[in-house]
């Protein structure tokens, strides 16, 4: 199963990486400030980042407020796991 596969139910997210890659990360929105954005294991990896790893929302500062722009089905990745 490829990633575009993984992903196709997603929003992703439309901003580039530091190296200059597309991110194509999941688009999530804050609950709080309406920042929308992908989630990032530090700040500064996308540029339209709006979220770290812990859920801390760049622009508010909300804690645990990201929800994904589109729920889609997580399924086809977890099902290794069983």
């Not at 190296?19 to 709080?32: E, H, I, R, V």
Request: glycine share 12%; aromatic share 6%; hydrophobic share 30%.
């Amino acid at each position: 199963m490829t990633y575009q596969v993984i992903k196709s139910a997603l929003k992703l997210c439309s901003g580039a990486r530091k190296g200059g890659d597309p991110c194509n990360g999941t688009l999530y929105t804050c609950k709080a400030c309406g920042a929308s954005g992908c989630k990032q294991s530090r700040e500064g990896l996308c540029t339209d980042q709006a979220f770290d790893v812990l859920e801390h929302c760049l622009k508010c500062g909300a804690i645990g407020q990201a929800e994904p722009v589109a729920a889609g089905d997580y399924t086809p990745h977890q099902s290794w796991v069983a």
